[in-house]
């Protein structure tokens, strides 16, 4: 049924993550297997979803952790109180320093 709710076709190899705070959820979505198509790159000015924002409290340990989990610091866009970063698969991230 997911194959046909998210138009992919079997095996969909999905791992589905909810986290949740009050009444906001975000759901992250991960398919493990081997036919998926490459990350392809996003200009911030492409309509859509381009990138997800996030405030953190320690910038530089949350750089390091990323770092250490296989995440990408996109270095020339590091400005001091902001960053972009990607995930594993690629995806956009914005860290911002909590003021």
């Known amino acids: 049924m997911t194959g046909q709710l998210l138009g992919i076709a079997a ?17 992250l979505l991960h398919f493990g297997r081997a036919d998926n198509p490459q990350p392809a790159a996003r200009p911030m000015n492409q309509p ?8 953190i409290d320690d910038l530089e340990a949350t750089i390091d952790r990323i770092r250490a989990l296989g995440g990408e610091v996109v270095e020339s866009t590091n400005i001091g109180p902001a960053v972009m970063v990607r995930d594993p698969d690629g995806q956009l991230l914005e860290l911002l320093r909590e003021r």
């Open 11 to 27: 095996p969909v190899g999905l791992t589905a993550l909810y986290l949740r705070r009050d009444e906001f959820t975000l759901e």
């Open 48 to 55: 859509g979803l381009t990138h997800l924002s996030f405030t």
